[in-house]
């Protein structure tokens, strides 16, 4: 463990896979519930900033469109038209960014999808997507970044408010008419659905973008990893799951002392902020040999914590698998000889949520469809 300052103050940083564990274990000691947490002030009351049984009525009212029979039956015909639709946009070029042409559109668009947002709306979803992610960041609650969040977060409820009426009506199945067919005592109040929407919208976005841009860049950037994928299945999951261990979408899980503890011998006061290091974790020696080689053959690779751990697990894992595997899939066999371009750089970056700025690759001649 170490001690850090931010903009936002100090905090505790964890970063070993069981004191993680510990941590994300116990969430009476260790919450998110926290009037300073920038997930609540910029969303709202919703599940990743709720706990006990608030947290479970609010998960439990959004879960159904996302479980794993429901993503399989009901998702996957939606994100194949969705990938198909994104990939005939691809115009081979010299050069090409996959984060502007394929996984960020595609993100997008799938959760919007099943949220039941219309695409007359994608454009400002992304303005507003872009000003939630930089107030997320940071743990400043006075900063510009957030104030812009909050305002974004009272756009996006005032349009979607405007919208739930008639997605009920027209669009059977969407997440929102989910949420406003439930009855009592499930049923969410206005702000309650408004504000999960929101914070599905935006992990839909983030963690499936950022899970197929880092998973297309360690592939390659591995050229026997990229080899296994092109010809096999089961390779290409295994070296999704390992990118979500290697290089991880979502840096850090933040938590609230709740109070005085001891972890690993060290004072924690009540109210300090413990970030638990996500991406450290995933590389622990103890746990996982040689943690920073990619490797696809790695027994362990899906005990990563990168989708969280516990009641704050992500509710959007199976999906986000899911357009990753399709995504990626999809474009290895339209062009098998794609390359990252040498004269730019793709690397990860990011020390709240991680992704390459943008994917350049050259895609080759390519397969006639």
Not at 220 to 238: G, S, V
Not at 257 to 281: N, S, W, Y
Request: a negative charge; charged letters at 25%; hydrophobic letters at 45%.
């Amino acid at each position: 463990m170490a001690r850090a300052r931010s903009a936002g103050g100090e905090m505790w940083l964890v970063t070993r896979r069981d004191d993680v564990l510990a941590v994300l274990r116990d969430p009476e000691t260790f919450s998110t519930d926290h009037p300073a947490s920038p997930i609540k002030a910029t969303f709202g009351a919703q599940m990743l900033s709720a706990e006990g049984e608030s947290q479970r009525r609010f998960k439990s009212a959004c879960a159904p469109p996302f479980n794993r029979r429901a993503v399989e039956v009901d998702a996957a015909p939606i994100v194949r038209a969705r990938v198909n639709e994104r990939l005939a946009a691809i115009v081979p070029n010299e050069v090409v960014d996959l984060r502007a042409t394929a996984a960020g559109p595609l993100a997008l668009t799938v959760v919007a999808d099943i949220i039941g947002i219309p695409d007359d709306m994608h454009g400002k979803i992304r303005e507003w997507y872009d000003t939630f992610a930089a107030s997320l960041a940071t743990h400043d609650h006075y900063s510009i970044a957030r104030k812009r969040g909050r305002n974004s977060a009272a756009a996006f409820r005032h349009a979607i408010a405007q919208l739930i009426a008639p997605i009920c009506e027209e669009a059977q199945g969407s997440l929102i008419s989910h949420l406003a067919s439930l009855a009592p005592p499930s049923r969410l109040s206005d702000a309650e659905l408004l504000s999960n929407t929101l914070i599905v919208l935006f992990g839909g976005i983030e963690t499936t973008e950022a899970a197929i841009l880092n998973a297309m860049w360690a592939l390659l950037t591995h050229d026997e990893a990229r080899a296994a994928a092109l010809k096999d299945d089961q390779a290409l999951d295994a070296g999704i799951e390992e990118s979500l261990r290697w290089e991880p979408a979502v840096q850090t899980c933040t938590r609230y002392a709740t109070r005085a503890v001891t972890l690993r011998g060290v004072p924690i006061g009540e109210g300090e902020i413990v970030q638990c290091m996500i991406g450290a974790a995933n590389r622990d020696p103890d746990y996982f040999v040689d943690p920073d080689r990619f490797d696809i053959a790695r027994a362990n690779a899906g005990d990563h914590l990168s989708f969280g751990f516990g009641r704050h697990y992500c509710l959007g894992a199976a999906l986000a698998r899911l357009e990753a595997r399709l995504v990626i899939r999809g474009l290895l066999d339209r062009w098998p000889e794609v390359r990252l371009d040498p004269t730019r750089d793709s690397t990860p970056r990011g020390h709240e949520f991680r992704k390459p700025p943008a994917l350049w690759v050259t895609l080759g001649n390519g397969r006639s469809q």
